[in-house]
């Protein structure tokens, strides 16, 4: 079993920057493709990023790419999610996911990842 605890979220304004952080617990987080996903108010959750077990590997929804950037510190069993030139459109729940396959990354799927956290609010005012 994996415990995901995401936290980092708040209120920004447009334009601003925040960095989410997401802790693992277990001791197989470096096993494990990591990702990030969205959901607004009404809408269905949404791809934002991921990253394989190998860390130099990333891939990003086209409404993020190059705002912002995924990585991960196993030493720390932690995933990050710096978030630049925030928008009011990235006013979201913010959630990460462990896929233990490291698969999921080509789907990008949120069926296809295993354990999820309890989200985190963004939210950011124009």
């Known amino acids: 079993q994996v415990q995901l605890v995401e936290s980092g979220g708040g209120l920004v304004l447009a334009g601003g920057s925040l960095r989410l952080s997401c802790a693992a617990s277990?001791?197989?987080?470096?096993?494990?493709?990591m990702g990030w996903f969205r959901q607004a108010p009404g809408k269905e959750r949404e791809f934002v990023a991921a990253?394989?077990?190998?860390?130099?590997?990333?891939r990003y929804a086209d409404s993020v790419k190059g705002r912002f950037t995924i990585s991960r510190d196993n030493a720390k069993n932690t995933v990050y999610l710096q978030m630049n030139s925030l928008k009011p459109e990235d006013t979201a729940v913010y959630y990460c996911?462990?896929?233990?396959?490291?698969?999921?990354?080509?789907?990008?799927?949120?069926?296809?990842?295993?354990?999820w956290g309890q989200g985190t609010q963004v939210t950011v005012s124009s």
């Open positions: 990253i394989r077990r190998s860390a130099g590997i990333t």
């Open positions: 277990g001791r197989t987080f470096s096993a494990y493709g």
């Open positions: 996911a462990a896929d233990t396959s490291d698969t999921a990354f080509f789907t990008r799927h949120s069926d296809d990842y295993d354990y």
